[in-house]
Structure formats: structure tokens, C-alpha cells
């Protein structure tokens, strides 16, 4: 049970700094985790009224608030048209259209969740996370850092040459993954994203070279066998840690002749 | 803690605890279709719209949703029986405890999306489990439904 004492919907992003100090105090985001514990809050403090529920279009950059809710993601054309629809596919699967309708994108980076396909998909873009008090870090970094009292304003994504593929797998329709993979090429690099390991996600980069210029099947296989080798996995009641390096084979090889074809489309 | 919630039409204001779930709120307004499912944010079964918009009632704050509109079945009374007789005569109500939420959410759906196609229903009432049922009775109500809706558009 969530047992809350106060509830406040702050007026400015520092009235919700200063009091997330107190760690008796907690940013609710969208509150589908959090209602999942049992634990007593002081204060709930709530984002919804500071209008960080948007995604803007900036010049190099989009800009999505840490308030939008998934399905914001799920049906944004700017971002879907960015990504070839990876967005829509890293939340679709998420529960339901109610739920999504609930979940953010600033709860579901902050906790960074083991099974979270969002982190996933953002760690494939190279997205950046805007703290109020820490300022702009890569989210590569953010997924490493210890949690602070700090309020995540923002996700930015630096517009790039992108091509970008998400796909997840899944027990059953609507529950989480069992393992999500995001391989994406920003400008000339090559990268795959593998979360739900379940731990949280790591990306890896083509250090080695394996994949050649026109993505042949060949060269595709070379290195989801070498990512499937060095990746990290464990087990828990979804799937054991060698049924997901299995998987994570299938999943790199079929996202990578996936994205080949976007390229030539 | 205070708060102004448009209820089905009618505003109502109301002292809560800040703690106070919207399902709970809702069912001690009277709004007794509002059924707790699982508790665990996936059964869909506690379906209401916030301002025109599907949500799991049991995972949002009421605090949150002063200021703003919920309606629950209750409120839809003409739209939920037109559907609920072809879910009827396809034989997938059962034992009926998933009905008044996967009504809200197909009427969410078909708020949205006028002609949706199979893949389209099946994607946006997933989740709202029926353990019953396999599903495919409630698809074809659906589409039975949304056929007869049509053709009264066209008889019009």
C-alpha cells in the first residue's frame, strides 16, 4: 500500500527541488510504479501543472517533458517520423491504452527500470536527460548514476542521421519483456541497446568492426554472436539467463536486417 | 484536501484524504460500475475518462484530477447498452466482471478511431483482460457493432 500524507502539485520546478531534498518526499511521475510498493510518503509532489507534458520541435533537437505520458510517445508523428516508428514500438506492448495513458517518460527514465523498454528505446537515440539541478547529461551516464534528489525536467535527442529499430520479447501480449533490443546507426556508428537482461539496459557499440558496409547477413550474425557472448544476463521468473542470450541473438540479427532495409527504403 | 472534480456532467466538490485513489473516490460517489480488478495497474477493469481519455482509475490520485472531467459507464448509459447487446448476442459476456471496462475503453476507442481495423481493436483492448472469454467473441461484437453503426449513418 502507498500510504501519501500530503499531496502537492508544485507551481515551479524549484518549489519541486527543494522539496524532493527530504527523502521522505517523492516526485510521483505518473505514480504506476510507485503505487506498486509498500512505503509511506511524507509529501507527494506532483509535476502536472509546470506544462512538461509536451514534445517540441527545437532547431537540432526535440524536446519531449519528463510529464509525457507514453502513449504521447506512442502517437507523437514528429517523434515516429524521427525514429521510423521505434517510439510506438518500445510502448506499445506496455499494458494497455489506460495505463499508457498514465505512465511518463521522466517516471519511467528516472527509476531506471531493469525492464524498461523506454530506457531502452532513449539509450538507443543517444537522448540526453535534463536534471533541474544537474544540468544536461547523457543518458548514458544518467542509467549509470546513483539516484539523486533531483527532478528530471526534460529528454532531449540531438537530431542526427538516424536510422533506428526497437523490438522487444515477451512471455505473453502486455506484460513486460523478457528481453528489449534497440539497434540504431547514428550517423556511421552502429549501436545495440539490450535491456531487460533484466538487468537495466547497456548499449554496445561496433568497436570490432564486424558489420560491413551493405549489412550483410554475414557480418550481422558475426556480431550479434559476439554481443550475445559478452552481454551480461540473468535470470529471474520470466526466463533464465541463457534462454535470453539465446534470444538476444535473434533479436540483434532480426533488428539489424530490419534496419538494413530501412536504410534502402 | 479539496477538491472539484466534473462527474458525469456534474460538478461535484468534495473532501478527500490526499491519498485517495480515484476508483475509491468514484465508488463513494455512487459509481458503482468502477470495479477494482487486480490492483496491480492491469486488468483494465477500473477504466474511467479523464477528459475524454481512457485511464486506470485505480493508479491515478483523485487530488490529481481536481479541476478535471471523469465519466464512467454510469455517464454513458445510451452508448453502453447499444454495444453491450451485440457483446450479448455474440455469447462473450460470461460471467460479465470485465464488461464495464472494456466498454469504456472500446467507447474510448471508437471516440478515437471511427473504423478501426482488427489489429486496431485488438492492440487498444488489450488491456482489458477477460478471463472467460478468448477474446474473439468481444471482437466480433465489435465489429457487429461498429457495422450497425454505419449503416445508420447511411440510412440517415
Not at chain 1, 539497434?183 to 539490450?194: A, F, K, L, M, R
Not at chain 2, 485513489?21 to 495497474?41: A, E, M, P
Amino acid at each position: 500500500m502507498l500510504d501519501i500524507k500530503n499531496y502537492v502539485k508544485v507551481q515551479s520546478l524549484e518549489e519541486a527541488y527543494e522539496l524532493c531534498q527530504d527523502r521522505k518526499n517523492i516526485i510521483i511521475g505518473g505514480m504506476l510504479w510507485l503505487k506498486m510498493q509498500n512505503r509511506s510518503v511524507e509529501t507527494a509532489i506532483d509535476l502536472c501543472d509546470l506544462g512538461l507534458d509536451t514534445i517540441v520541435e527545437k532547431e537540432n533537437e526535440i524536446h519531449v517533458g519528463a510529464m509525457v505520458t507514453l502513449r504521447q510517445l506512442e502517437q507523437d508523428h514528429l517523434l515516429n517520423d524521427y525514429t521510423y516508428g521505434a517510439m510506438k514500438e518500445s510502448v506499445r506492448h506496455i499494458v494497455g491504452v489506460q495505463f499508457r495513458n498514465l505512465a511518463t517518460v521522466g517516471g519511467s527514465l528516472f527509476g531506471r527500470y531493469g525492464f524498461s523498454d523506454v530506457l531502452t528505446m532513449f539509450m538507443a537515440l543517444d537522448a540526453y536527460v535534463e536534471l533541474y539541478h544537474g544540468g544536461i547529461i547523457p543518458i548514458q551516464e544518467f542509467a549509470n548514476m546513483r539516484p539523486t534528489p533531483d527532478v528530471l525536467v526534460r529528454i532531449i535527442i540531438k537530431k542526427s542521421p538516424l536510422h533506428v529499430v526497437y523490438m522487444s520479447q515477451r512471455n505473453t501480449k502486455t506484460d513486460f519483456p523478457v528481453l528489449t533490443c534497440a539497434v540504431s546507426q547514428i550517423n556511421s556508428d552502429y549501436t545495440c541497446t539490450i535491456g531487460a537482461r533484466p538487468l537495466k539496459a547497456v548499449t554496445f557499440k561496433d568497436e570490432n568492426h564486424l558489420l560491413d558496409s551493405s549489412l550483410s547477413d554475414e557480418s550481422i550474425e558475426a556480431l550479434a554472436n559476439d554481443i550475445a557472448q559478452k552481454a551480461v544476463f540473468g535470470s529471474n521468473l520470466r526466463g533464465s539467463a541463457d534462454y535470453r542470450r539465446r534470444i538476444s541473438k535473434v533479436l540483434i540479427r532480426r533488428a539489424f536486417q530490419q534496419l538494413r532495409e530501412e536504410k534502402k527504403s | 484536501m479539496n477538491v472539484k472534480i466534473n462527474l458525469n456532467g456534474k460538478d461535484i466538490e468534495a473532501l478527500i484524504e490526499p491519498d485517495m485513489l480515484l476508483i475509491d473516490f468514484l465508488r463513494s460517489q455512487g459509481c458503482f460500475s468502477v470495479k477494482r480488478g487486480c490492483d496491480t495497474s492491469n486488468c483494465g477493469l477500473c477504466t474511467v475518462l479523464a477528459d475524454e481519455k481512457p485511464i486506470l482509475s485505480c493508479s491515478v490520485l483523485a487530488a490529481r484530477m481536481n479541476g478535471h472531467c471523469i465519466v464512467t459507464l454510469e455517464g454513458l448509459q445510451k452508448e453502453a447498452q447499444g454495444l453491450a447487446e451485440f457483446i450479448a448476442d455474440q455469447g462473450a459476456e460470461q460471467c460479465g466482471f470485465c464488461n464495464p471496462g472494456m466498454m469504456m475503453n472500446a467507447i474510448a476507442l471508437l471516440k478515437e478511431n471511427a473504423h478501426p481495423s482488427d489489429e486496431e481493436i485488438l492492440d487498444y483492448l488489450a488491456g482489458n483482460l477477460c478471463r472467460c472469454s478468448g477474446y474473439e467473441g468481444q471482437l466480433r461484437g465489435m465489429k457487429a457493432y461498429i457495422a450497425y453503426l454505419e449503416q445508420g449513418k447511411e440510412n440517415s
